[in-house]
């Protein structure tokens, strides 16, 4: 991609005062420099009242305000996820029963990319087009996920997308936290498998469930985790379909994807 190419796609965000400026991306721009790792930047809490999910292009009322999956039990024996390859957790996730999403889905949504990745985006959980089609972030949202992946140099097929949840929400309400709590055994199965470099958490629900945080999302962008064994670094970040909603966001999803960028190694 040439500069010109990326510019154009940070147009389109929305962005143009950064630019990443070389092809593997290591040599950013001073004006990039507001992020500082493991400082949070000042939140914005007001806005994170409205974000919202995932594949969902559209308000929701009544949303949950955090995700608890420590002081909640679930009805079902969360699945073991013993698969050993991607394509064979895929066949278990297709027919897990595990919680009632099962019930109303018309198909599960496993996610997509290579084998091994280096970068894995996490949102919420299907949406409708979603559900219908089976892929993760279509539609609007998934548009500009498809976007934000280009701005990095990158593209849609390089990258894994998946989220929290394997089935839809009926209405695309909020996950219920029996509903992450049964399905946290397939993410975490994905995350051993592909072995991404970094990982960047969709919004909320994703960055909640992933912390284990009932933080807002404002307290919890512009720091770098160090998530799970291998200690893989872990960037939040707004939803793509709350950026829709707050089109002014999208300069600081561009500051949290260099903070992504930056953890990359060498
Ligand atoms: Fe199973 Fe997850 Fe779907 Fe629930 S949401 S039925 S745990 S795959």
Redo the contacts with the bound molecule.
Sequence with gaps: MTDLDRNAILKEMGITQWVLRDQVGRGLSAQEAPIKQGKPVPEDVSALASEHAPGKDQPEEGAASSVKLTDQTTSVE??QATAITLESLRAE?AG???????ES?MQ?VFGEGPNQADWLFVGEAPGQQEDRQGKPFVGRAGGLLTQMIRALDKSREQVFIANT???RPPNNRDPLPD?LK??EA?LLKQIELIQPKVMVALGRISAQALLKSDQPLGKLRGQVYQYGPNKIPLIVTYHPAYLLRQPGDKGKVWEDLLLAHRQLPV
Excluded at 96 to 102: D, E, G, V
């Design positions: 969360p699945p996730v897990c029963t595990a919680c009632k999403l099962s889905r599960t949840l394997k089935c509903e049964a399905c397939y």
